[in-house]
């Protein structure tokens, strides 16, 4: 036992040197640690770890699913809802048949279901590895909503895919109509399960006397409650972790107090990048489990296959997203769209970023070994090896080169910055004159009395000429002004973590005071670096 805990601790610290080294070459961490993984795999300094689809599904899924619906926001969501459930259901479905009837025809022996159960393994595209290179190369704002979106609910569809194509292999029947019924079940009662638990939670949260802490404990016990309820009646627990997910995201400022929602804020960015980083890793390390399994056919027979499935879920998903464009602009003659004229550009690009990931490896792995005793379940093996090749050529051949498609089609959304930092000057300037209605209603006497009200009701009134003004004339003259000040202003924390330090190195001062002032400095930093990443 100690052992294996020491190999788990070297495994993190090469994540973080890996997940490192990726910054440094401004690459995706996923395809980085993949890589990665697959290097220390021949190494085996690692015989220990190995991956228990179990261990996937139930500890690595909730969370990783939760924080995507914690950080996907409801009006986006809400705002492309006709494209994300396009892609995360009726897409998946034609992924999965399309790769199926692929697959039975390529590989001999392959029988139908079979190729159904693959479909399932590798239709549903990995967000996080997308969403990482997105954001890096600052893709515009639709590609990074539409893929968040798709990644909370496509794992769903698939699973749900999987589940009914395994059934019919073991059981040996199959009914298209009791599978859509059984379908919409999974769906519709996962769905209200999620939300159930999610209002117990509520309940919780707003009638009885928590702390920080405990609003961080409970927000990280909620999707595996939720998860754990929907799999235990054979719903979806996929989409009791998204739906219950949102539900709570969508009220976090009525249940979590200000030092909750801060903390929990690093919290989760924490957890969820430890998480990703072991589950990419362990992918890369699974390498010569694999292949070592490999009976059916040759390991080169093998790799021909997973390269053939690989360009087939690549110009299907191409195909799809062309299609839902050209749907769309018909659509848009009859119906309200958020988007009445899409172009082929975003298609093309969003279509490129549907690498695969832990899911569908998991799903792979959690195929039984045997159908009865004494009955090896079919090309088992097979598509494992399959699996794992559309993984690696997905994530690393569409990831290396995603950034480049990007700005090859030259839609970088430069306008839509100038559109944000526009707003974000209206919002402060809102903000700013309802404080000084509300002093000047509430709270009129003690402008006169008190010189510190008087003082914050003064520097209000300043700061609403200065928004008033950068609003009238905003421009790209404004924004460098705006940016300039920022530059200045972080200069200026510098000084003063400077003041504190020398204050801290004197007898007679609360270090804890001390730290709580430089945290304030940093929460103001964060903001402040915030903005300029934009």
């Known amino acids: 036992m100690q052992g294996l805990f020491v190999e788990y601790i070297s495994l993190v610290l090469i994540i973080i040197a890996l997940v490192m080294l990726a910054n440094k070459l401004k690459l995706a961490y996923p395809i980085v640690l993949v890589v990665g993984g697959l290097a220390v795999s021949f190494a085996n300094i690692f015989p220990h770890i190995t991956i228990d689809p179990d261990l996937i599904f139930f500890i690595f899924l909730p ?8 950080q996907t926001t409801w009006k986006d969501f809400w705002k492309w809802r006709r494209v994300i459930t396009s892609f995360a259901f009726p897409i998946v479905i034609i992924t999965s048949c399309i790769v199926a009837f692929a ?14 159960l693959l479909g399932g393994i590798v239709s549903p595209p990995d967000a ?44 040996g029947q199959f009914q298209l109509s009791q599978a859509v019924s059984s379908f919409l079940i999974v ?47 054979h719903f979806s627990g996929v989409l009791a972790v998204v739906s219950g997910g949102l539900f709570l995201s969508n009220q976090r400022h009525k249940l979590l107090t200000y030092q909750g929602r801060v903390q929990g804020a690093n919290v989760w960015s924490t957890l969820g990048f430890l998480l990703n980083g072991i589950v990419f890793m362990l992918i890369g390390l699974q390498l010569p489990y694999i292949t070592s399994e490999v009976e059916e056919v040759s390991l ?5 296959y997973g390269l053939a499935i690989s360009l087939v879920l690549i110009v299907t998903r191409l195909c799809c997203t ?16 958020a988007d009445r004229n899409p172009g082929w550009r975003i298609p093309i690009v969003f279509g490129w970023s549907g690498m695969r990931g832990v899911v569908s490896l998991a799903a792979a792995l959690s195929i039984p070994v045997v159908i009865q005793p004494g009955q090896p379940f079919p090309y088992r093996n097979l598509i494992l090896i399959i699996t794992f090749i559309v993984i690696l050529v997905t994530l690393v051949f569409q990831g290396l080169t995603l950034p480049w498609l990007i700005k090859k089609m030259k839609i970088k959304d430069n306008d839509a910055v100038l559109q944000e930092l526009e707003q974000e000057l209206i919002i402060k300037k809102a903000m700013t004159e309802r404080s000084i209605r509300f002093l000047e209603k509430e709270f009129s006497d003690d402008q006169e009395s008190n010189q510190h009200v008087k003082n914050l009701t003064a520097k209000l009134r300043t700061d609403l000429n200065v928004f008033q003004q950068d609003v009238e004339v905003f421009n790209n003259t404004s924004r460098n002004f705006i940016e300039r000040y920022q530059h200045i202003y972080l200069a200026l924390l510098d000084q003063q973590r400077k003041a504190l330090y020398e204050l801290n190195r004197e007898d007679g001062y609360d270090e804890e005071l001390i730290r709580k ?18």
């Open 128 to 171: 996080i590895s997308a969403t990482t290179i997105m954001r890096q190369v600052k893709a515009p704002k639709i590609l990074v909503s539409i893929a968040e979106g798709e990644s909370l609910l496509n794992d769903a569809s698939s699973l749900i895919v999987f589940r009914f194509a395994l059934a019919a292999i073991v059981t």
């Open 187 to 233: 769906v519709v009662m996962g769905t209200l399960i999620g939300v159930l638990v999610g209002f117990i939670f509520y309940a919780i949260y707003r009638w009885l006397p928590t702390t920080p802490a405990i609003e961080i404990i409970l927000n990280l016990l909620a999707p595996y409650c939720m998860y754990y309820f929907a799999e235990q009646f």
């Open 103 to 116: 697959s039975y025809a390529l590989i001999p022996g392959f029988t139908l279901g079979l190729g159904f």
């Open 63 to 70: 969370p990783l699913l939760y924080e995507a619906a914690w």
């Open 517 to 534: 002032y430089l945290s304030l400095l940093d929460l103001e930093e964060t903001k402040l670096r915030e903005l300029l990443r934009r």
């Open 300 to 304: 080169g027979a093998a790799i021909w």
């Open 322 to 337: 062309l299609g839902a464009s050209i749907f769309t602009r018909f659509a848009a003659r009859f119906i309200t769209v």
